[in-house]
């Protein structure tokens, strides 16, 4: 059983929608049938830059390649990571200086 599993298990206990309970369970395998919507494949490319980034609880160091055709079926280049973490450090930087006492 890993985290996948498990947060599937709890939507579905909170019944959640069906989009979360499917983004929940496959977060790690965007293209496979049941996982592979834009939902999704938008969750795992999240997930992909935030851990190359070490952003957020990063167990493992080990970086992630995003799955190439992940990017061709939601219209974006590679160069989004880049975008994305250029917007992502600004609302951090707003963040920290939020919770600052």
């Known amino acids: ?20 309970i499917t ?3 496959y977060h790690h395998s965007p293209l496979c049938e049941e996982g592979s919507t834009e939902l999704n494949q938008t969750v795992y490319l999240a997930n992909v830059i935030c851990k190359n980034s070490g952003i957020g609880l990063v167990l493992d ?6 799955e190439p055709e992940v990017f061709t079926k939601l219209g974006v280049t590679k160069d989004i990571e880049d975008e994305v973490l250029s917007e992502l450090q ?10 600052k006492v």
Do not use: Y
Request: net charge negative; with cysteine; charged share 35%.
């Open 90 to 99: 600004g609302e951090i930087d707003k963040a920290m200086e939020f919770l």
């Open 1 to 20: 059983v890993d985290h996948c599993i498990v947060g599937k298990i709890l939507a579905e206990k909170w019944n959640l929608s069906e989009d979360l």
């Open 61 to 66: 160091k080990t970086p992630l390649e995003a």
């Open 23 to 25: 983004v929940m369970r």
